[in-house]
């Protein structure tokens, strides 16, 4: 059955994400913005719009990229910028939404500062990985013109926010939304079913050569599945498994680190390649794709620090 209240959540956000776009575009706040993000234009040459959304991904990561979408689809944003700045918005996500909201309590209090301290940390080194990675991407890719955007006070816009403003945006936003909740809608659904048939065992278990690879117990596969079903249910069972001693300290972040590839890539098929494609159309297969493999990369370089230095 549809996890429901995901998809209204989902709905929900995105909505929140092109709303705000367009009104914010309607009250020429851009203009303020724009000396408010200077720094950050400079430092990565993203334009101010997409560093906007790339902070709105810090309170919400699906009203920060329906942010950037809406931006993509008004012409305002080009491809390659779009693509970085979702990848950038690695770091800003883990920190602000999931991290510390929910997994950090939930790590630390079952496995302990050790363990769980250690996934924390390894799980933000991993994020940041592919932050600094789209980062330097920018920096070569981008032009530094695109970061020129910041208005001189005299030639800035008056902010105005009254009910019109919200209005006119809120219609702006409907074409939009229009598009892309139907496609999101149908795309979920698809997989949701797709993953009743057992498609989701059958990913946790295609990374059991990456545990055969590093040693690993193969008790540990039942971690991963429980990892799959939820991400504390993994972390209880390399709980009870730390306890009767079936693995070691190292052994068990190694294992949480190839979990959190198994969650990450059930959040991609079950998720995020629905939101990308219904946000971006057909770049959003391509984003998928590119924002999926720097998460891999970035866990296998983790995984391999683990490895050498634990």
Request: charge should be positive; aromatic fraction near 8%.
């Amino acid at each position: 059955m549809i996890h429901i209240i995901a998809m209204a959540r989902a709905i929900a956000f995105i909505t929140i994400g092109v709303l705000l776009a367009n009104i914010i575009v309607e009250t020429g706040i851009l203009a303020r913005f724009g000396v408010l993000t200077a720094g950050i234009c400079r430092i990565s040459n993203l334009s101010h719009r997409s560093v906007l959304s790339l902070l709105t991904c810090i309170m919400s990561s699906t009203s920060g990229k329906s942010m950037l979408a809406e931006f993509y689809n008004r012409g305002e944003v080009g491809r390659t910028e779009t693509v970085l700045t979702v990848v950038m918005s690695t770091f800003p996500v883990v920190v602000g939404e999931s991290l510390f909201r929910v997994h950090a309590p939930i790590a630390i209090g079952l496995l302990g500062p050790a363990v769980g301290g250690t996934y924390v940390a390894l799980t933000l080194f991993a994020a940041f990985i592919q932050t600094l990675g789209a980062l330097i991407a920018s920096r070569v890719l981008l032009s530094r013109t695109r970061s020129d955007v910041v208005a001189e006070p005299s030639k800035q816009e008056p902010i105005a926010l009254n009910w019109q403003i919200i209005k006119k945006g809120a219609e702006q936003a409907y074409p939009t939304l229009r598009k892309i909740v139907p496609i999101l809608l149908v795309s979920m659904l698809t997989i949701e079913a797709l993953l009743n048939l057992g498609l989701g065992v059958y990913i946790a278990q295609a990374f059991s050569p990456i545990l055969n690879l590093l040693g690993l117990p193969g008790d540990v596969i039942y971690a991963l599945i429980a990892q799959f079903l939820h991400f504390s249910a993994g972390y209880a069972a390399i709980h009870t498994m730390l306890l009767e001693g079936v693995v070691t300290e190292k052994q068990a972040i190694l294992t949480l680190l190839i979990g959190s590839m198994v969650v990450i890539t059930m959040i991609y098929v079950k998720y995020s390649f629905s939101m990308y494609v219904s946000l971006f159309g057909r770049l959003g297969f391509t984003i998928t794709a590119i924002h999926y493999l720097s998460s891999m990369i970035a866990k296998i370089i983790t995984i391999a620090v683990v490895v050498v230095w634990y």
